[in-house]
């Protein structure tokens, strides 16, 4: 069997259609947008294709979209730029304490320049509670950042619900959607969302390529400066290449949404299920129910996650951890040890993330070889008690 | 932060030696634990002052468990004094090396050792 890619949570692979979509734009239509001549011009009218193209898979107006270098610095961009904006308003942010390095990291940045910040606990799901967030908003509060749903576990968190709470307390509400951009519909409108960070590596665009919605209206300061690129807002000369994948990865989710997302539950269904009935002593950590499509995250009992990824490498199965084994301790994932795992657990979980590009096959062969990988690995545990 | 390992390191990754308990071991010693996210139990057999016989049981990432297995292979058969000359530098040696982030490994098993051999010295002194 060929490799199996089960780590499409950290990447993905580039649709053929995408990377037919962008090839021309390095060769052929080289021009910068700015300039004034043909070649100008058609690099122009890609990017105003794409950007529509962007809007429309979260119904936004095209106008609402920049073009930024990726997630990561669509949060920043999000998130320090609405601070800065709205400073003499009010000095307090709100998050979960499960957010990607790039928010969590912006956010204790903004702590040393003078802001506050709420750090949200998850339940043992990985739910954030609407409670908290009440409990915790208040008159200073300027901006709610809360992920859509969680890279390592999947949860999904109640957007809509957080976004209406921040605005009836006159915050903005931004969300990290990297995750969940092809996986689940998003309608900025309907779920109160003012900003809202994309990645086009995530749906099987290129990477080095995101975008960052900024609802209409949206009181936002540039953190990076020149040209004047992108409303001011990413100056930087556009990578059209990259924008024209991302648009082509955002058309090509859209249409095959509903398709998608069948498709991935079925696969991630067989996956947990699969592996619960043959395995002894596996527990799926994240929500049962509002869970992502693609992913699946269980904890071994006692094996650690490095050595499982690596004997799965060797089955030609690429998959993820929880677990750092790279310094004098090793360290475990964040988002597990807010849900209340024990570092023992952490250590032991294994995340296996799908794509519209896996098969059932794939999923069988992996339920196979985890089973005698686990076997294997727990006979040389002094953790594992014999039957 | 991805790294690679040598074929020597996988192959006592995957076929580990001496690997498993020992039900009339002279000595047991357990170091680390799994709140570190390594652990590994060492078990002994002493017959005049040499490593007759050795098991290990590990917990922990693809190179702990290769250096726990490759050290259980070199001092098997060799006296106390002689073993305990395999450190770790000698463990990371034979392995024909591990990446730097994961030298930190290769300690568990020399000393799990040492404490063992503490011990059983500690023992029959008395």
Not at chain 1, 143 to 166: C, D, F, K, S, Y
Not at chain 1, 265 to 284: M, W, Y
Not at chain 2, 45 to 70: L, M, N, Q, Y
Not at chain 2, 88 to 108: R, T
Request: glycine share 8%; proline share 3%.
């Amino acid at each position: 069997m060929d490799k199996i890619y089960f780590d499409n949570s950290a990447t993905t692979r580039v649709d053929e259609k995408v990377l037919k979509a962008m090839l021309p734009y390095f060769t052929e239509f080289y021009g910068n947008a700015s300039s004034l001549h043909s070649f100008g011009r058609d690099a122009s009218v890609a990017m105003k294709d794409s950007r529509a193209m962007v809007a429309n898979i979260i119904n936004a107006d095209a106008s609402e979209i920049i073009f930024t270098a990726g997630g990561t610095e669509s949060d920043n961009i999000a998130i320090r730029g609405v601070a800065e904006a709205l400073k003499e308003k009010g000095n307090h942010i709100i998050t979960s304490s499960i957010e990607h390095p790039a928010v969590l990291e912006t956010c204790e940045h903004l702590e040393k320049s003078g802001f506050d910040v709420s750090y949200l606990p998850v339940d043992d799901k990985g739910s954030v509670s609407l409670e908290d967030l009440e409990d915790a908003i208040c008159q200073r509060t300027t901006l709610v950042t809360i992920m859509h749903a969680n890279n390592e576990v999947g949860t999904i968190q109640p957007i809509r619900e957080i976004g209406r709470i921040a605005h009836e307390n006159g915050a903005l509400f931004h969300t990290d959607a990297v995750q969940t951009l092809g996986k689940l519909p998003i309608d900025v409108s309907k779920d109160n969302i003012d900003l809202l960070s994309i990645s086009g590596h995530k749906l099987h665009g290129p990477k080095g390529i995101g975008a960052l919605y900024i609802k209409d209206g949206t009181p936002i300061e540039p953190i990076i400066f020149g040209g004047g690129h992108e409303r001011g807002l990413r100056s930087s000369t556009e990578n059209i290449p990259g924008i024209v994948g991302l648009g082509k990865a955002c058309e090509m989710a859209k249409n095959d949404l509903d398709k998608d997302i069948a498709y991935m539950t079925n696969l991630r269904d067989a996956l947990i299920s699969g592996i619960t009935d043959r395995i002894p002593n596996v527990k799926l950590n994240g929500h049962p129910t509002d869970r992502l499509c693609n992913n699946v995250n269980m904890s071994f009992e006692a094996i650690e996650g490095e050595a499982l990824i690596l004997a799965l490498d060797r089955t030609g199965i690429a998959a993820s951890t929880g677990s750092a084994c790279s310094s004098k301790k090793s360290k475990a994932s964040h988002v597990l040890m807010a849900m209340g795992l024990t570092q023992i657990e952490a250590y032991g979980s294994l995340r296996l993330s799908l794509s519209r590009m896996n098969t059932m096959q794939e999923v069988d062969y992996t339920i196979d070889s985890l089973e005698n990988i686990v076997s294997r690995l727990r006979a040389m545990s002094p953790l594992w008690k014999e039957e | 932060m991805a790294y690679e390992f040598n074929e020597k390191v996988i192959k006592h990754f995957e076929n580990p030696k001496n690997v498993g308990m020992m039900k009339d071991a002279d000595i047991v010693e357990t170091v680390g634990s799994p709140v570190c996210g390594d652990m590994l139990t060492l078990y002994l057999k002493i017959k005049d002052d040499k490593v007759v016989d050795v098991k290990f049981k590990t917990f922990g990432c693809g190179a702990a468990i290769a250096t726990s297995s490759i050290f259980t292979e070199l001092v098997k058969g060799k006296t106390i004094d002689d073993a305990l000359k395999i450190t770790s530098d000698v463990v990371v040696n034979e392995l024909g090396g591990l990446p730097e982030k994961k030298i930190h490994c290769s300690v568990l098993a020399p000393d799990a050792f040492e404490k063992a051999i503490k011990k059983y010295r500690d023992r029959h002194a008395k």
